[in-house]
């Protein structure tokens, strides 16, 4: 073989240490551009994080840089939930990440938080969209203990790759059963004194107390004065006994899920689906599905698959111990405040008398102090319905 010319070398050389100088942030995670995108300002990321090596545990994320100013502005990990929805499927591209798919092409979405934060999505646990593990006994069990402990992973060596990114304001959010993940993976990080600046976490219509979340629709009509009292006490009877009947027989997996419905039909119909089976879900949409299949865009999104056929909103795979759905969060939602983490419950107006506190023993006067100086000025979830003796309150507020 030729030998090389020195000038080659130091070239080389010079061309790696430029590298190395610029590329603080991950190259190798760069999207040159998703299939049929618009022209945009912002730089997007998407690859693997490997979790695990031994076994091939590896989580998909995909981040999207803030349109202007990224560096001052926060960083927001957002998660969906199911147990076992993608972040990126929900999340990002049918609720409030930088496009959402048309057709054969993206549009641009005016209302996308990575206006206001750097956008990071992740498909958690292994299992759930292009995330994976090799070794597949890995979904016979998963629980949330698992879930946060692969997330904190996760973040952990996310930082490893975009280090910049390591002391920013950082927030968790999501949705649904992310009520579970999200104070969870914030407990976690708290405790394990990871080096994050956790500065607060959002969540909506989120899982709190399994009881009162799956029950609080009659709460709501009666509360508004929508049905009588009569009505009242014949509803919650009826909730309760269908919740405790059904729960029993809750498959680990609904996924009834893959149809195309418009966000808000959608959305009601996850509630109606939670009261029934214990399944939640987010918006679906078919041209998400359609997308996120393409052999192009799985490309481009540096993803693949792995044990499955084909991207899917809510996984197939996994199996959930359910067992979990009743592990109540409000406490740790207490907890967190009280180590100085800023906690946000907000719900969609439709979808009102979800995220209710219904407990209020696990708020003293203490927390609810913190909490009033933790949360935004917009948001009247009057802190009198937080302490002991007040029955709960609702939230009708989002995050930014
Ligand atoms: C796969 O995972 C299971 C359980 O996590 C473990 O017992 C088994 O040894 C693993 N298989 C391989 C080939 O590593
Ligand atoms: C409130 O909680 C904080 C944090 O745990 C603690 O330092 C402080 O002493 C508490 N205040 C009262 C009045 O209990
Ligand atoms: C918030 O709600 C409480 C209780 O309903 C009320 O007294 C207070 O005026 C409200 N604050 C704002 C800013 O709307």
Redesign the pocket.
Known sequence: MQQREPWTVIAAICAALIFLAAGSISEAGKIEALPGQPKVSFQHYAGYITIDE??KRALFYYFAEAEIDPATKPLVLWLNGGPGCSSIGAGAFCEHGPFKPSGEILLKNDYSWNKEANMLYLESPAGVGFSYSA?D??YSYVTDEITAQDNLVFLERWFGEFPEYKGRAFFITGESYAGHYVPQLAQLIVQSKAKFNLKGIAIGNPLLEFNTDFNSRAEFYWSHGLISDDTYEIFHHINSLVSREVSKYVDTYDVTLDVCLPSIESQSRVLNQMEYTGTIDVCVEDETIKYLNRKDVIEALHAQLVGVDQWTVCSDVVRYEMKNLEIPTVPLLAKLVMSGIRVHVYSCKFLSGRSRFSDPTHWNKNTSERISKGIGTKHNCSLQNLVPGKTGCWVDTSIW
Do not use: A, L
Request: no cysteine; net charge positive.
């Open positions: 031994k076994q070794n006994s890995f």
